[in-house]
């Protein structure tokens, strides 16, 4: 993906947040729902919200979330970050990542 996120649609990718994503995520700056506050995540230490409940695994995994980073987690949690607490089974549609990636971007101070 590299940059791929900047050919990303914000506004589709919103809409994909709102249906496989927004159950279990928020992204208001400091609302942790069953997973962690998806604001500001690109360029972030993965595990890094202080308080939440991380798995080992993803506390451990050391990255930051890049787009590329984003791209293969959201298609394949498991085989990404093997040991991970989320439940998703992952993303298939290139596009909607690409657009989600866009979206989580956006969203920033």
């Known amino acids: 993906v590299g940059n791929a996120h900047a050919d990303g649609d914000a506004g589709r990718g919103a809409d994909v947040f709102a249906q496989e994503c927004a159950g279990c995520h928020s992204v208001k700056e400091n609302k942790n729902k069953m997973g962690p506050s998806l604001f500001a995540v690109v ?7 202080p308080d939440f409940a991380y798995s080992d695994a993803l506390k451990q995994a050391g990255f930051t979330w890049t787009p590329s980073q984003l791209d293969a987690y959201i298609a394949k949690p498991q085989k990404t970050v093997p ?23 956006s969203i920033r101070k």
């Open 83 to 105: 040991g991970v607490k989320m439940p998703y089974g992952g993303l298939d549609d290139d596009k909607a990542r690409i657009d989600l990636i866009a979206y989580l971007a």
């Open 43 to 49: 360029g972030r230490h993965c595990g890094s919200i």
